[in-house]
């Protein structure tokens, strides 16, 4: 599997270079879990519980919750839609334990390739960042965010999981040039 980390572009449009920075840290990520082996993406790196794996598939949960079910209003896909969340609120994290690197990593590829699309998809009818998600947020929740608020979150989301994952991948092998 060769992962290329696209570097953003120091000029571009608003939407371009948010979208540029989100797919450098998404490769910045599957770059991290390249190369270990299964059990070392169950390694954590204590007194953390946070494993690379469990890593994958929070990003994979996180790109369909904000761009597939939230910006699109689709129905939690699986396995978001079974995972009991009640009895487990870091459902996400701890159901990676066990799962190959290439199951998780194809669970993100697909979560990424179907938020790519729902992202096209919603820009193509209204390209106002401005305009809210299409899933209202429950009143108790506060405000309903807009697009630019996704773009910039998952920019953050995935910018902190990458100085996690750097600790993590360290710890692990050594490595500090993934």
Request: aromatic share 8%; hydrophobic share 40%.
């Amino acid at each position: 599997m060769t992962i290329q980390r696209p570097e953003p572009s120091f000029r571009n449009d608003e939407v371009g270079m948010l979208r540029a920075f989100i797919d450098h840290y998404r490769a910045t990520i599957r770059l991290q879990a390249s190369g270990l082996t299964d059990a070392q993406l169950d390694q954590p790196l204590a007194p953390s519980d946070l494993t690379l794996g469990g890593m994958l598939k929070h990003l994979a949960f996180v790109e369909d919750y904000w761009f597939s079910y939230n910006l699109a209003a689709h129905e939690p896909a699986p396995p978001w839609d079974t995972a009991p969340w009640d009895d487990d609120p870091d459902w996400d994290w701890h159901s990676a334990a066990g799962t190959s690197h290439a199951e998780l990593d194809a669970l993100l590829v697909e979560a990424i390739a179907r938020a790519d699309r729902c992202l096209d998809e919603a820009l193509a009818a209204d390209p106002d960042l401005d305009r809210h998600v299409a899933r209202p947020r429950p009143p108790e929740k506060g405000e309903t965010a807009t697009i630019r608020w996704v773009l910039v979150h998952m920019v953050e989301e995935y910018a902190r999981h990458a100085g996690h994952a750097d600790l993590i991948r360290q710890s692990i092998d050594g490595a500090t040039d993934v």
